[in-house]
């Protein structure tokens, strides 16, 4: 067979280039708007890469890192004043509650990682966890009905909170987020402090964890095989994406439950059992 004319080769070279920027910003909006939302940014990504193509662990990690950095951005008011008033108690204790959580989660995550614990591949248990998590989200909204709550984080909530995290590695698809918006819920919080002290202790949890990830994949063959124009463009579009969701989230939870969220992620838990094999 003869080669391809050089024109052919430019051609196709331009539109694999083009294909893989097109699923890099669908995959960076999927990415941006789940990663914090209570609703499952596994389930989503593996509905989106069923039929958009699987994309590499890198891939993943370096995206996730880019929703994270929003984050950052949209409390950066709050954190500044919590370093820069540090001396104050209830500063001080914020920001060490954090560090409880932190500290329960990747002690025990690392534990987890040591004896091989791997997310599993199969969409089954994912879109069962997503689908029970919208069953929780809903009977703890109502139940929640009439109650007292309080923005205090004592430390048994943030204890509480830090081991609920762990969740999401064992059971993909609970959704980070949504683990510990629930645990904060049950445990008497009100709505606006869960998810502000889930929202921050994913900053550490989830750039720690993306970091490893990076460093482990570009010791791997796949990253050097990693195109990075796509995946620039992705992580952009999935930053300025979470930006735009948890500035919405931090203003919809003033005045509304978590319910909504209950029964969208039922909705998407069946479309999974029913579309992935």
């Known amino acids: 067979m003869g080669h391809l004319p050089l024109d052919w080769g430019a051609t196709l070279a331009s539109n694999r280039l083009m294909h893989e920027i097109v699923v890099a910003v669908i995959l960076g909006i999927i990415e941006g708007i789940t990663e914090f939302l209570p609703i499952s940014s596994t389930g989503h990504l593996l509905m989106a890469e069923h039929f958009l193509g699987k994309q590499t662990d890198l891939f993943n990690a370096v995206i996730q890192c880019g929703a994270v950095v929003a984050v950052v951005v949209v409390f950066n008011e709050r954190l500044s004043k919590l370093t820069r008033c540090w001396k104050w108690a ?7 509650k954090l560090a409880l959580a932190f500290f329960i989660t990747g002690s025990v995550g690392l534990v987890l990682k040591k004896l091989g614990l791997k997310l599993p591949h199969d969409p089954k248990p994912v879109a069962i966890a997503t689908l029970v998590g919208g069953v929780l989200f809903i009977v703890v909204e109502r139940w929640l009905k009439g109650r007292p709550t309080t923005s205090e984080v004592t430390w048994t909530i943030a204890a509480a909170i830090g081991a609920a995290q762990l969740l999401a590695p064992i059971f993909p698809g609970a959704s980070r987020s949504g683990t510990t918006i629930l645990m904060g819920l049950a445990l008497g919080l009100s709505r606006p402090a869960a998810a502000e002290f889930s929202f921050l202790l994913g ?3 989830l750039l720690s964890v993306g970091g490893l990830e990076i460093f482990q994949s570009l010791r791997h063959p796949e990253g050097a ?6 995946l620039g463009l992705g992580t952009l579009v999935a930053a300025v994406m979470a930006f735009v969701a948890v500035k919405w989230l931090l203003r919809y939870v003033q005045h509304n439950s978590f319910e909504g969220f209950g029964w969208y992620r ?3 838990g069946v479309l999974m059992l029913l579309l992935l094999p």
């Not at 209830?90 to 060490?96: F, P």
């Not at 095989?225 to 796509?230: A, D, T, V």
């Open 90 to 96: 209830e500063s001080r204790d914020y920001l060490l």
């Open 203 to 205: 900053i550490p949890t």
């Open 225 to 230: 095989g990693q195109n990075w124009i796509p």
């Open 266 to 268: 039922i909705v998407l």
